[in-house]
């Protein structure tokens, strides 16, 4: 079945920065000066959030596209979220390209749209478990966000 689950790391870097492991690459993430804390050495938590998404779609249409042997080329795919309060209610997937156009281009975002693991993970969100101290004494707390919004 191949890999059954990815772990990334994060770790607190002072301020408002995060430096992140993912699958041996260092990312960074900050907020901006502006913000207290910020110091503006990377793109936002939800600036990474919009690049997986696209990083992630731009990676399935060519996949796609491989897969079909159909011509992609000037493929560009712009992602913006609208903000409600502390979450996005909506995002918006924009997708450019040269060639192919038309229906040809329709069919290979549908086709992307199922292969896609971020947007896919979006349409029908995962339960989110959050583990406390987990290594420390065998006595993490665990809470679900199922439980956390029955409990409110």
Same mark, same amino acid.
């Given at each position: 079945?191949?890999?059954?689950?990815?772990?990334?790391?994060?770790?607190?870097?002072?301020?408002?920065?995060?430096?992140?492991?993912?699958?041996?690459?260092? =990312?960074?993430?900050?907020?901006?000066a502006?913000v207290?804390g910020?110091?503006?050495?990377?793109?936002?938590?939800?600036?990474?959030f919009?690049?997986?998404?696209a990083?992630?779609?731009?990676t399935?249409?060519?996949?796609?596209?491989?897969?079909?042997?159909?011509?992609?080329?000037?493929?560009?795919?712009?992602?913006?979220?609208?903000?409600?309060?502390?979450?996005?209610?909506?995002?918006?997937?924009?997708?450019h390209?040269?060639?192919?156009?038309?229906?040809?281009?329709?069919?290979? =975002?549908?086709a992307?749209?199922? =292969?896609?693991? =971020?947007?896919?993970?979006?349409?029908?969100?995962?339960?989110?478990?959050?583990?406390?101290n987990?290594?420390?004494?065998?006595?993490?707390?665990?809470?679900?966000?199922?439980e956390?919004?029955?409990?409110?």
């Amino acid at each position: 079945m191949g890999v059954t689950e990815r772990t990334v790391h994060a770790r607190w870097a002072g301020g408002l920065r995060s430096v992140v492991d993912a699958g041996g690459f260092e =990312v960074v993430s900050d907020e901006p000066a502006s913000v207290p804390g910020g110091t503006d050495t990377g793109p936002q938590p939800t600036e990474l959030f919009l690049a997986s998404v696209a990083s992630c779609f731009t990676t399935a249409m060519a996949y796609s596209a491989s897969k079909r042997n159909i011509g992609l080329s000037g493929l560009r795919i712009d992602v913006t979220g609208h903000y409600n309060g502390p979450s996005f209610d909506a995002l918006r997937i924009d997708v450019h390209a040269d060639a192919p156009e038309g229906a040809e281009l329709d069919k290979l =975002v549908e086709a992307a749209k199922r =292969v896609c693991y =971020v947007t896919r993970t979006l349409t029908q969100p995962p339960e989110m478990t959050y583990l406390v101290n987990p290594s420390d004494s065998g006595s993490a707390a665990a809470v679900s966000s199922a439980e956390e919004s029955a409990t409110g």
